[in-house]
């Protein structure tokens, strides 16, 4: 179930560039990017709390929370940072190279660098099914990338470089709610700080950014599914499917995301995909079923559990 609420949220994920391209005219990276993380974030922590407090009721004997102290705070403030930064670095890659190859090449370097992180931290080898589905997967990311659009001029370096930042930002923030995870916090405590932060983070930057394109019907409905569902209800499905996933696993799975994305480009947006491109969506998706195969087992003795 952790797998499939990962690949759930990342399918959600895989949605937000399309969203983008199909709203109005007059937005740039960073408005959307901050007006997602306001409603997003908002709608994030307060479902996730809600849910934080539901859970805990239904347990049969609730053990003590674990105390906030300066540690997890500064971490949990961390997430929120993360994720804020995450937003207006994702969008510069989809608006410079295209919604198929900016978000293959976000999320394409997320499990990699997520799986550094993790091993320098903690020191633990990945598993060798992570290694083997991680390489196909990156391998599918380098042939997209390589391939690009058909008839295109080839991959924008800006672009490029805010798709990495972005896949930077989410590694980071998927290893330290899993260091929060394990520290015995509550997955839905931890998405919902996560929420809060990036929110506030998001507030401070409103007044210097336009955001004129909301006087539409188009740019409501936009900002309002790109906060809503790309941001609350898949960062709940993300945090839940990690609390059982190491975070290179949970980054690996969320490649699932740029195959959605590049389909959507194909069939939604009519973005036409190089040759290259397309063997390159075919072995990414190889290795998701890969690394979906190989993470049937849980990563914890006793993985949390969603009460009904």
């Not at 500064?74 to 410079?96: E, I, K």
């Not at 290179?248 to 939604?268: N, Q, R, S, Y």
């Amino acid at each position: 179930m952790h797998v499939i609420a990962v690949l759930a949220a990342a399918l959600l994920f895989g949605t937000t560039g399309t969203s983008q391209a199909l709203g109005p005219a007059g937005t740039t990276p960073l408005s959307v990017g901050v007006m997602r993380m306001v409603i997003g974030g908002t709608g994030l922590a307060v479902l996730a709390f809600w849910l934080a407090r539901r859970h805990a009721r239904r347990l049969p004997s609730p053990a003590s929370p674990p105390r906030l102290g300066i540690r997890p705070l500064a971490l949990m403030t961390l997430t929120g940072v993360c994720l804020a930064a995450y937003q207006p670095l994702f969008f510069l890659g989809t608006s410079r190279n295209g919604v198929a190859v900016g978000t293959v090449v976000a999320l394409g370097s997320a499990p990699v660098l997520a799986g550094l992180l993790e091993w320098t931290l903690t020191r633990r080898m990945p598993s060798a099914t992570w290694l083997a589905a991680t390489a196909l997967a990156t391998s599918g990311v380098v042939l997209l990338g390589m391939g690009g659009t058909a008839g295109g001029d080839g991959v924008d370096a800006l672009g490029l470089v805010g798709s990495v930042g972005a896949g930077a930002s989410f590694a980071v923030f998927a290893n330290v709610q899993r260091r929060l995870l394990d520290d015995g916090w509550d997955p839905f405590t931890v998405v919902g700080a996560m929420g809060a932060s990036s929110a506030a983070v998001a507030v401070i930057a409103l007044p210097f950014v336009d955001t004129s394109w909301l006087g539409s019907p188009r740019g409501w409905a936009m900002a309002l599914w790109l906060g809503l569902a790309t941001i609350a209800v898949a960062y709940v499905l993300f945090t839940w499917g990690l609390s059982g996933l190491t975070a290179a696993t949970a980054a690996t799975l969320t490649l699932f995301e740029p195959l959605t994305a590049g389909v959507l480009g194909i069939v939604v947006l009519g973005e036409r995909l190089a040759p290259l491109a397309v063997a390159g969506l075919a072995v990414l998706a190889a290795g998701l079923a890969l690394l979906a195969w190989g993470s049937r087992t849980p990563r914890d003795p006793a993985p949390f559990a969603v009460e009904g």
